[in-house]
């Protein structure tokens, strides 16, 4: 039986922090980095992490299919905020999936994000039923490192198995090397880097070819039809270099997407590929592989199937939506690389009971309300009594999902008092076109919003509140606008 | 049917400490302030209270929980005393507390208490708390002026009055009450304001500006209740008695059902109607003297003058604008300067309304006082949220009115 994609799903955070911002603020320092200070790279809200992104790529990837049939979901992450709580399991929980299935991180490596999908789909060939496969990075740089240049922030997710695939997988190799061109040590922030003509010359142009040769071998594709190569590198000419060295067409190399996002770490094979499957037609042939202590390479072919695939916003529509940060201290902040006077508001204790969170979890994480046997209100938080005066039913409620739905602004305010990360606070009265409210906390509200009252909102996960105090975080849903900003420069 | 709380019940005595930023000051300092006051103007022994009601709001910020701190302040006779806490209707329920216990003949005589001590949190504005292990999971991260600003923006969609009338409706209430406080030597805020400064003062939370907000206060206020038999008895006169005392609490309508629109309030509107209707009072834009409402922001009091069914739907604006609610208007509302000007500490704000009233009623009310003697006052006291919370009314007036 044939094993594939089914369906893919992207996201790109909308603020794109400007390059030129960055280099201006450094060049004093080091002016090679005026070098770098080109395009713009995604740059997660306060509230976004791997975990809350790779939730946006599975809804997005999934949109309406039936979510019970999924049997795993895997997450790929090098920047995962829980080091020991599985990550794939709030993925898991957000999507509001059944509990019996198999959860799984994948990390340690920037070669995780292939190596998991390929995983996903050894396993899915075993099995009728699909694996969801998330990957997301939120990579923490140095101020002043390249890296903080040429990464960015976002997420893939496929759902892969049998059955009527998008793109059918034609073969898939590994070579597992232990070349140290950079490392992360235990505890440590930041990466530690080694010299870029070393790591060229004696990483990616040796250990690639390997891997990408093993695939074609065993697939017996001849390398000039090859239409898509996605190989997430921030060097374009690397890529190109490849490309020429294995024989695939110069039309083939993919847009490794550094001007207008920067390098997802793990995930940029995969938002590569999410990329090239948005832009494929049905005969293609994607070959994507990776670097980290050896190399993945799988190539794919697309099936007709593709052009049954609902739309969805993918990485082009993710691109899309977007607006132009030039607040490089904004940036600076949210990864606390700053030492900012937040007032005395935020030493608030946000201390989360784990029982409390245990016991709400369908309230916090999947965002279930209840809706009444008896009269049909939907409301939230679910209650054992029902909120409509004129029934009052005693437990009556049935679970009822509320993250899918579309509400609209009842009233909201801008907030300068309240602690906000990124004052002002935008919360307000959401109420979902199917019946329930709630008072919300808005997100990415950029500077273009006007927010309005009927105003349309769609729900995404995202970090409530970081306890810095124990190093956790919870997570919650908030209101942002559905027809988002598409402007700023 | 209940026969209600009308007239059963007279005000003996009353005190109000001076409302500001009393750095040198305890909470105990305040309450003894008030305290002696009230004691001095009930013209009785302290040994002659039966009970005793303390309210307070934060308590964690000053005197801690319990009774405790009351009875020690006042070094009370081991007297019952019971600590209560509704939000910033917390001085209204102990008030309550004191009026029901005489007015069911447990006691003769009962003390009401309020206190905050809100100025020793090291910033301005209301100490930022936990709001209960589950709430914090999701409810939205809202201050006061954020959870009341909405208001505005629900009103103006709903009665189309653009963003500019309403600030300046906004903006007329905020003079209004500084002109007010400006006569009033125990108000926090003494300064007189313009239309302009309100209007260009930094947003606080939109469309509330810093002049929006009132103050945060420290301060203490108390009432000695007992019957009109037993005032006369001591001596008493033209008696201030209770009318009316109702409480409405949200039941989760407004936060959970679509059926409410967050342009006003269903509760003072539930407790509107109880409270008119055990004082006797028919028309209300007629009969009601004065009005002390909850202006805890300008927006507030302007959607409160039609859930108090004083203005009619969508004539808030209008009825301020025109100067009706003004100290010199048709029922002046404020007219000691309010939350926003006399201050806001939460514990002693529902007690220092029905002060004012109680003074206006006696003539007492100095540079301030109306000329036209009151005979209904009505004071509006409300804690929490648009969404979410109490409010409490309390109607005082002359004795057979």
Known sequence: MEVGILAYGGYIPQSRLQRSEIAKAHSWFNPGLNGLAKGERAMANWDEDSVTMAVEAARDCLGDMDRDAISAVYMASTSFPFNDRQNAGIVADALNLKSGLQTMDFSSSQRAGSAGLSLALHVAKGSSEPVLYTTAEKRETRAASPLEFTSGDGAAAFLVGQGKVIAKLLASHTEAVDFVDHFRGEGEAYDYSWEERWVRDEGYLKIVPAAIASVLEQSDVDPSSITTFCFPVAAKRIAATLAKQMGFPETSVADNLQANCGETGTAHSMVMLAQALQNSKPGDKILVASFGQGSDALLFEVTDEIANLAPRMGITGYLARRYAESNYNKFLAFHDLINLERGIRAETDKKTGLTTLYRNKNMAQRMLGGKCTQCGTAQFPKSNMCVNENCGAVHTQEDYPFADRIARVNSFTADRLTYSPDPPAYYGMVQFEEGGRLMSDFTDISPESDVEVGMAMRMVFRVKDYDNKRGFRRYFWKATPVAAAQKGE | ?401
Not at chain 2, 46 to 75: C, N, Q, Y
Not at chain 2, 224 to 233: D, N
Not at chain 2, 305 to 314: A, K, Q, V, Y
Request: glycine content about 10%; proline content about 3%; hydrophobic content about 40%.
């Open chain 2, 1 to 401: 049917m209940a026969s209600g709380i009308k007239d059963k019940v007279a005000i003996l005595g009353m005190g109000c400490s001076r409302f500001g930023e009393r750095w040198n000051d305890n909470a105990e300092d305040l309450m003894i302030e008030a305290f002696i006051e009230a004691l001095e103007d009930a013209g009785i022994e302290k040994s002659s209270i039966d009970a005793a009601w303390f309210g307070t709001g934060i308590e964690e910020e000053h005197v801690g929980k319990s009774a405790v701190p009351l009875s020690m302040a006042l070094r009370l006779p081991n007297i019952p005393v019971t600590r209560v806490e509704n939000y910033c209707a917390s001085g209204s329920e102990a008030f309550r507390g004191a009026v029901y216990a005489v007015a069911s003949g447990a006691c003769d005589i009962a003390l009401a208490l309020g206190v905050e001590k809100l100025k020793d949190t090291g910033y301005g504005g209301l100490p930022q708390r936990n709001r209960g292990s589950v709430n914090d999971m999701f409810w939205a991260n809202a201050s006061a002026p954020g959870s009341f600003a909405q208001l505005a923006t629900a009103y103006s969609a709903k009665h189309g009055v653009s963003k500019e009338d309403m600030k300046k409706a906004m903006a007329h209430i905020s003079v209004k009450s500084h002109d007010n406080g400006s006569r009033n030597p125990k108000a926090h805020l003494r300064n007189q304001i313009n239309e302009e400064k309100v209007m260009n003062a930094p947003m606080i939370a939109e469309p509330l500006g810093l002049f929006d907000c009132c103050g945060v206060s420290d301060g203490s206020a108390c009432a000695i209740v007992t019957t009109p038999e037993i005032a006369k008895a001591l001596g008493k006169k033209d008696l201030i008695t209770v009318k009316a005392m109702q409480l409405s609490a949200s039941n989760g309508r407004e936060a959970q059902h679509n059926s409410w629109d967050g342009s006003h309030f269903v509760t003072t509107r539930a407790a509107a109607n109880r409270a008119y209707k055990e004082a006797g009072i028919t028309k209300p834009r007629d009969q009601v003297s004065l009005f002390e409402v909850h202006d805890c922001f300008s927006i507030t009091e302007l959607v409160t003058m039609e859930d108090l069914f004083i203005s009619d739907e969508g004539q808030a604006v209008n009825d301020i604008m025109n100067g009706f609610f003004d100290a010199d208007g048709e029922i002046p509302c404020q007219i000691d300067g309010g939350l926003k000007c006399f201050g806001h500490p939460i514990g002693a704000s529902g007690l220092r309304m029905i002060y004012e009233m109680y003074l206006q009623m006696n003539g007492r009310a100095g540079d301030r006082q109306r000329s036209e003697e009151p005979v209904f006052g009505m004071t509006h006291n409300l804690g929490g949220f648009p969404h979410q919370n109490v409010c409490s009314l309390t109607i005082v007036g002359k004795e057979g009115a």
